[in-house]
């Protein structure tokens, strides 16, 4: 019998190469598409840390490479990353911090 693929399979090809393929917004409301926000909040006050570090970790553990590009902000994502690291499972920390050497 063969082995099932790993549910974190993958999470890696959702990273996106650098810190400068993000260019998601520092300020202002970021409303989420349905396939990202399909529960619960779907609008995130950048300017208020806890929706930021939801947004953030919803984006993280539920988006692809091209939802982190689009809504994930390079100088956000440093600042935060010593709290947003906690929040996220184990594989996507080792994701992240394998492919952006400047999170680990």
């Known amino acids: 019998m063969s082995e099932l693929p790993s549910r974190w399979e993958g999470v890696a090809h959702r990273v996106p190469d650098s810190l400068a393929d993000l260019r998601g917004p520092a300020t202002g409301v ?5 396939h990202l926000a399909w529960s619960g909040l779907t609008e995130f006050d950048l300017g208020n840390r806890l929706l930021r570090m939801s947004l953030y970790r919803t984006i993280i553990t539920g988006g692809g490479r ?3 590009e689009a809504y994930l902000n390079a100088g956000i ?3 935060d990353w010593p709290l947003l690291r906690r929040g996220i499972g184990p594989s996507y920390r080792r994701a992240w911090e394998g492919k952006i050497s400047a999170l680990g």
């Open 30 to 34: 970021v409303s989420l598409p349905v």
């Open 66 to 68: 091209e939802d982190a």
């Open 77 to 79: 994502l440093l600042a």
